[in-house]
């Protein structure tokens, strides 16, 4: 993945920082596009926080006399089952709701961890170099080489199926792109004046890289954070879908995609219909939600405000 034109604001920290955030704020409002992608992640989320006051049944209870219960589209808005049921008579509503719970969460505790560990690693490899950096970068070169969905199944193989070890599995294959994103920002803001500067008057090279360098790598961090939430859920959702994920019967998108394959040739078109339609929604509001917050920070995007 990466951000296509994306040039990092090289400033000394100061009130002029803070003005150039307060400006890519107010270019980001005005992009229609991410504040609608903004307004429906945030509504998912919320929807998720409430799970357990608006979900009309229990995402785990059975019901077989109820299996394959259709929804709005043939009783209307008066049926307790508005998205219809499963073939174990459990609420598709409800499992999306609290499958929204565990996929966000999942994916985003994966890019947390990913945004961590790859700051670190590129904020060392970028401004120590020579050794530092060619260990660090090899390393990252080695988990580079391999698809990032085969190398998720290839961990998850070996330390077993899990919420724990889904978000360990996503993180790690999103480490190396992220330490090289900042890496090359490093590069770049080592060799300004006020960071000379710092070097001059006898700083320790931590001070310098929290006060002076790390201010510097956030924006383009944060909008591959940002942007990698997305390919996150699709990849969470993926492991789901193949059973080395969320494990029933938790609620969880990709399993229930999962579970509907084959129900679908029978008639059952909502089983798989409604969990494929709320992944495709909130990858596309998060990547409207990054375009936008990769254009507001980025001083060549041309926007007027």
Sequence with gaps: MSIPGFATNRVAPSAGTRSLW???????????????????????????????LIAPHDPVAQNIPKQFQEGFWKYGLSTSYLLGSDALGRDVLSRLLFGARVTVLVASLAVLMALLAGITTGLAAGFYGRMVDNILMRLMDVLLAFPTLILAIAIIAILGPGISNAILAIGIVYTPAIARVVRSSVLAVKE????????????????????????????????YGTLGIASAILDTSFLGFLGLGVQPPTAEWGTMLSDSRDYIALGYWWIAVFPGLIISITVLAVNLMGNGLRDAVDPRSGQRV
């Design 22 to 52: 307060r400006l890519a704020w107010r270019r980001f409002l005005t992009n229609r596009a991410a504040v609608a992608g903004a307004l429906v992640f945030a509504l998912l989320v919320l929807a998720a926080a409430c799970a357990n």
């Design 192 to 223: 300004e004046d006020y960071v000379l500067a710092a070097r001059a008057v006898g700083s320790r090279s931590l001070r310098i890289i929290l006060r002076h360098v790390l201010p510097n790598v956030i924006g383009p961090t944060a909008v």
